[in-house]
């Protein structure tokens, strides 16, 4: 047997968004845009090629050593 919240929760939301968002969404959308505005991306210069010393993947600087250890070679 299924819980009665497994069963009305999915059909809210199909029902939100199959016929309520596109009428509610116009209307929040310019409100939640002034509260938080996007970040700028920052264009990478010399085409795609920058300095990743000291920085991870998502291109924040990083703390500590950025070397990996393998302790299967110790």
């Not at 509260?35 to 990083?62: C, F």
Request: charged share 25%; net charge positive; proline share 11%.
């Amino acid at each position: 047997m299924v819980c009665i919240p497994c069963i009305v929760i999915p059909v809210l939301l199909w029902v939100y968004k199959k016929f309520l968002e596109p009428y509610i969404y116009p209307l929040v959308s310019p409100l939640v845009s002034r509260l938080w505005p996007r970040k700028e991306i920052q264009q990478v210069n010399d085409h795609g090629k920058g300095d990743y010393k000291g920085a991870a993947v998502n291109e924040l600087p990083t703390k500590g050593p950025t070397d990996i250890c393998d302790k299967k070679k110790q």
